[in-house]
């Protein structure tokens, strides 16, 4: 099972001083004289998917700005602040400089959030994400959001945005867990939000009657699950070729991580025997033929196909006679009219010995 789900505690918080070792350790708002900045709060923060309350967020021309107690709090890791040498430290790290100075604002340590993202999620490999949403560029955020995860060390992105789900971030160097497949779990976010949890079990594994202990977050914050996606694929994808089931545990609803980005088509191509399959992702656009709803066409060596993909997460196959094949899908809307730049083609070869 994903273990429990935990909400990080706010607590009152105070300010150490030494002057024996000539620096101060911030455990929460510091009393520093402001520095002289001209800044302007305008945007909302998420961390790890969960709405944050920072009072001290701001942005000084096109740097975002984060209260340096918000953040370390959120991810309970330690703070060393000297401010004779503005030098600060997170968990014994020292947060760089070069995406702006850090300083205090309106009586508390702020500094870049990018600083502070990379400081704790970069280590042997980058374990985290940053992006900012808008409403141009998300239908369901009202104004500007910073979103930041920070993901268990050793995970890293494995893809890149598939529509309708997020980009994938897996632990490529973990132990084969018993037979789980493929060593789970992967997460995904969009846009550095947060979004989801997964494991992907063979179907036979289910036959078999085998068990499982999936990890989760291991001790970072994440959000309360919306809903459980479990998805079946019939002929497998990319990374796992056979029948399975995917189940993703989303921290987000239906629309949020179906509308993301714009209307977009992604497929995997696969050959079983003689057999093409294609494993097709629709996002951007709720997947169907009604009106406001978009669903992908598939060529063949320039010859249209009759099936229609309207699911959001689908399959189609086709036996294909030996030699290489051009296959194009491309995402329509319900009046058969192109979503730009939603298309995609990917040439296969099926091998002579195939049998037909």
Request: hydrophobic share 40%.
């Amino acid at each position: 099972m994903l273990e429990k789900l935990r909400r990080s505690k706010r607590k009152a918080i105070t300010v150490l001083a030494s002057t024996l070792l000539g620096c101060s350790i911030v455990a929460g708002a510091t009393v520093f004289a402001d520095s002289n900045k001209n800044a302007d709060a305008t945007f909302s923060v998420t961390l790890n998917g969960i709405a944050v309350n920072d009072a001290n967020a701001h942005k000084e021309n096109d740097t975002y700005y984060l209260s340096v107690p918000v953040f370390a709090d959120f991810y309970h890791a330690s703070i060393n602040w000297e401010p004779s040498k503005k030098t600060l430290t997170l968990n014994g790290k020292k947060v760089t400089d070069q995406y702006g100075s850090i300083y205090v604002y309106k009586g508390v340590l702020t500094a870049p959030a990018q600083a502070l993202q990379e400081t704790l999620g970069i280590d042997e490999v980058i374990h985290s994400a940053m992006g900012v949403d808008t409403p141009s560029t998300n239908k369901m955020v009202k104004n500007e959001t910073l979103n930041i995860t920070i993901l268990p060390n050793g995970v890293e992105q494995i893809t890149p945005m598939v529509p309708g789900m997020g980009e994938h971030w897996f632990n490529l160097n973990a132990a084969p867990d018993g037979g789980m497949p493929p060593n789970g779990p992967i997460f995904g976010t969009i846009n550095g939000k947060l979004v989801f949890i997964e494991a992907m079990i063979e179907q036979s594994a289910f036959v078999d009657g085998k068990s499982w202990l999936i990890e989760g977050m291991q001790g970072l914050p994440a959000p309360p699950v919306d809903h459980t996606d479990i998805q079946f694929e019939r002929h497998g994808h990319a990374g796992m070729e056979m029948p399975h089931f995917d189940i993703h545990m989303y921290f987000v609803s239906h629309d949020d991580h179906n509308l993301a980005g714009p209307p977009a088509i992604m497929g995997e191509p696969m050959i079983h025997g003689g057999r093409v399959n294609i494993a097709y992702f629709i996002g951007g656009v709720i997947a169907g033929t009604n009106e406001g709803e978009g669903h992908g066409v598939i060529t063949v060596d320039g010859v249209k196909q009759d099936d229609l993909l309207t699911d959001q997460i689908g399959s189609w196959s086709k036996e294909l006679d030996p030699g290489d094949h051009t296959i194009k899908i491309e995402l329509v809307d319900h009046a058969g009219k192109p979503y730009p730049g939603a298309v995609q083609e990917m040439t296969v070869t099926v091998p002579e010995t195939s049998n037909h």
